[in-house]
């Protein structure tokens, strides 16, 4: 029923379409991210893009990639898409030689539970770098 592919966020059609989506599932509650840096995916269901996912090099942890979003539009949430979207860029962290994944959330309990079930590890890292009340998350991949 659905599909998730590694895509080149560098391509016009596909850059569009990772920013559509960001619209659509953070509103203007984040700014859009740079979809030429890192390694982003798309989840279809059929032949449309329905939810995305994106990781880049950490600049707060050491040998690590920063999961800096994943967003998946309402009609689809309860199908497992964030899980299955972080399996994939957990392995091609592996690929890269990444020994961990960093990421955040703030006041998204269905993002945490999901970090949960991934095996996902509350940190406190050295220097926050968002809201008071934000939980950050690290799960070694090695």
């Known amino acids: 029923m659905y599909r998730i592919r ?3 966020g560098q391509d016009d059609e596909i850059a569009d379409a990772l920013a559509d ?6 509103f ?3 700014p859009v991210p740079e979809f030429d840096h890192g ?3 798309l989840a279809f269901h059929e032949t449309t893009p329905i939810a995305f996912a994106g990781v880049v090099p950490s600049t707060r942890a050491i040998n690590a990639g920063y999961f800096c979003r994943v967003g998946v539009l309402r009609k689809h949430c309860g199908n497992a898409l964030q899980l299955r979207l972080m399996r994939a860029l957990e392995s091609r962290a592996r690929r ?3 020994g961990c994944i960093v990421s955040d959330t703030t006041d998204n309990l269905a993002s945490a539970n999901n970090f949960i079930r991934a095996g996902y590890w509350l940190y406190r890292p050295q220097a926050p770098w968002a809201w008071p009340n934000t939980l950050y998350w690290r799960k070694s991949i090695i």
């Open 6 to 8: 590694e895509v080149d």
């Open 21 to 26: 989506l960001h619209r659509l599932t953070f």
């Open 28 to 30: 203007d509650g984040a």
């Open 39 to 41: 390694h982003w995916w």
């Open 96 to 98: 890269i030689g990444w």
